[in-house]
T-cell receptor, first 114, second 118 residues
């Protein structure tokens, strides 16, 4: 089944403890992206990747890192999480940017930082 | 920068009735895409309907249809014969037409929470 898989689904951590949220897609998509969803703000893009080893900042990149060493994986790294990063996170992927295709979303990761 | 505005934080509808969710957007582009996504309590982001700006005909998907007014920059979603399973948060989103090397970014509105009453 074609899908975007995020893990974990829920994560509770403490301030300053490094964490990684994994994202994997099995559709051979070139494009991948991370969004965060906050009440009253909708979804906002954190980082995106056009292809392997090509990443760039979205609208709210502060406090996050990403890497794209393989086409299928795009982990989101929080080196020193803070309570304002408590949010619902979504990974998404799409075929080549020039193809008219909707984004495929993962099922989300609910992160709580205390 | 593009912005998307959903002016109705919450809406409610009786089962089997029709409801319309509003969305306006701001852009200087002439070619772009517009989307409605549904997010049920399971948190999944489900694409409901998509509209290409260059198409004058309004998109339709079963009970879901849009009223796309390009000059007014308006993109409302109409749900006919509402069902209990339609209860969800609905997001309107904008995406510029992709050109080589550009970000495939969706700009979302803040969402409208739809309640369906039996």
């Amino acid at each position: 089944e074609a899908q975007v898989t995020q893990n974990p689904r829920y994560l509770i951590t403490v301030t300053g403890k490094k964490l990684t949220v994994t994202c994997s897609q099995n559709m051979n998509h070139e494009y991948m992206s991370w969004y965060r969803q906050d009440p009253g703000l909708g979804l906002r893009q954190i980082y995106y990747s056009m292809n392997v080893e090509v990443t760039d900042k979205g609208d709210v990149p502060e406090g996050y890192k990403v890497s794209r060493k393989e086409k299928r994986n795009f982990p989101l790294i929080l080196e020193s999480p803070s309570p304002n990063q408590t949010s619902l996170y979504f990974c998404a992927s799409a075929p080549r940017v020039t193809v008219n295709s909707p984004l495929h979303f993962g099922n989300g990761t609910r992160l709580t930082v205390t | 920068a593009q912005t998307v505005t959903q002016s109705q934080p919450e809406m409610s509808v009786q089962e089997a009735e029709t409801v319309t969710l509003s969305c306006t957007y701001d852009t200087s582009e002439s070619d772009y895409y517009l989307f409605w996504y549904k997010q049920p309590p399971s948190r999944q982001m489900i694409l409901v309907i998509r509209q290409e700006a260059y198409k004058q005909q309004n998109a339709t998907e079963n009970r879901f249809s849009v009223n796309f007014q390009k000059a007014a920059k308006s993109f409302s979603l109409k749900i006919s014969d509402s069902q209990l399973g339609d209860a969800a948060m609905y997001f309107c989103a904008y995406r510029r037409t992709s050109r080589g090397g550009s970000n495939y970014k969706l700009t979302f509105g803040k969402g409208t929470l739809l309640t369906v009453n039996p």
